[in-house]
C-alpha cells in the first residue's frame, strides 16, 4: 500500500538540542497528523494540519503541512526529557479515506 | 469527554490457543472503530475496520478476525494463535465518518505468542 517516508528513523540528541523530523510522499494529502507514543502506550495526537502551508504550533512543537501538500514537518524546540519517544506522521491521501502511518522517528535523549 | 479502553495491557499465549482482546469506547456514539498491529520498533498496520454494528472491514489476510456487537465495543479474535501474531495491538477510534479526523488510540495489548 501507499507509503509515507518518514525520516529519520531514529535520533540520539542531547537535552536542550532542537530536533527537526519530516515525512514525504509522491502522492498528495489532505490531511497531515503528527503522534507521539510513549513506551507501551498507544499514539497520542500532538497536532493535526488541514491546509497546504499552514503553520501550526503546540507548545514547544511545530508542525507544517507543505506546500506542494506531498510533505509535513515536525519541530521540536529545546528538548527535554519527557520528549523521548516515538514520533509519527500520518496522512489523508487525496481522494481516500483511511490514514496512512510513516514508519516512525525514535527519539533519545541524553541528560 | 470521550474515552477508549482496551484490555488486557499484556498477554501470553501458547501457540495453537484462542485469542479475544476487547475495546470499549465511551461518551460518543456511532464511532468508526480500527484495530491496529505494531510489530516492535515497526510503524503501524491497520487489521480492521468498521463503520457500525456488524460492520466489518480487513485489510490484510491474516490470522485475525474483529467484530463488533455493540455500538462502542470491538473486538479482536482468533481462533488458533500462531507464532507472527506476536506483537503490540492497539485498538482506536474516529468521529462518525471522520477517517481524515483525528485517530483517538486506546493504550495498547502487548501479545506474545510463544
Known amino acids: 500500500g501507499q507509503q509515507l517516508n518518514q525520516s529519520p528513523q531514529s535520533m540520539f540528541i542531547q537535552e536542550g538540542e532542537d530536533v527537526s523530523m519530516n515525512c514525504t510522499s509522491s502522492s498528495i494529502f489532505n490531511t497531515w497528523l503528527w503522534y507521539k507514543q510513549d513506551p507501551g502506550e498507544g499514539p497520542v495526537l500532538l497536532i493535526a494540519?488541514?491546509?497546504?502551508?499552514e503553520l501550526t504550533s503546540n507548545g514547544r512543537l511545530t508542525a507544517q503541512f507543505g506546500i506542494t501538500r506531498k510533505d509535513s514537518f515536525l519541530n521540536i524546540s529545546a528538548s527535554i526529557p519527557s520528549d523521548v519517544g516515538i514520533y509519527f506522521c500520518a496522512g489523508q491521501l487525496q481522494g481516500a479515506q483511511k490514514l496512512v502511518f510513516g514508519q516512525g522517528t525514535r527519539l533519545t535523549i541524553n541528560p | 469527554s470521550q474515552t477508549i479502553h482496551q484490555w488486557p495491557a499484556t498477554l501470553v499465549q501458547p501457540v495453537g490457543s484462542p485469542l479475544s482482546l476487547e475495546c470499549t469506547v465511551e461518551?460518543?456514539?456511532?464511532?468508526?472503530l480500527y484495530w491496529y498491529r505494531q510489530a516492535a520498533g515497526r510503524g503501524l498496520q491497520l487489521l480492521f475496520y468498521?463503520?457500525?454494528?456488524?460492520?466489518i472491514s480487513s485489510e490484510v489476510p491474516q490470522n485475525l478476525s474483529a467484530s463488533r456487537p455493540q455500538d462502542r465495543q470491538f473486538i479482536l479474535s482468533s481462533k488458533k494463535l500462531l507464532l507472527s501474531d506476536s506483537g503490540f495491538y492497539l485498538c482506536a477510534w474516529s468521529p462518525t465518518g471522520g477517517w481524515g479526523e483525528k485517530l483517538f488510540f486506546g493504550s495498547g495489548t502487548q501479545l506474545s505468542v510463544l
Open positions: 461518551g460518543t456514539s456511532n464511532p468508526n
Open positions: 468498521s463503520v457500525g454494528i456488524g460492520q
Open positions: 494540519l488541514y491546509k497546504a502551508g
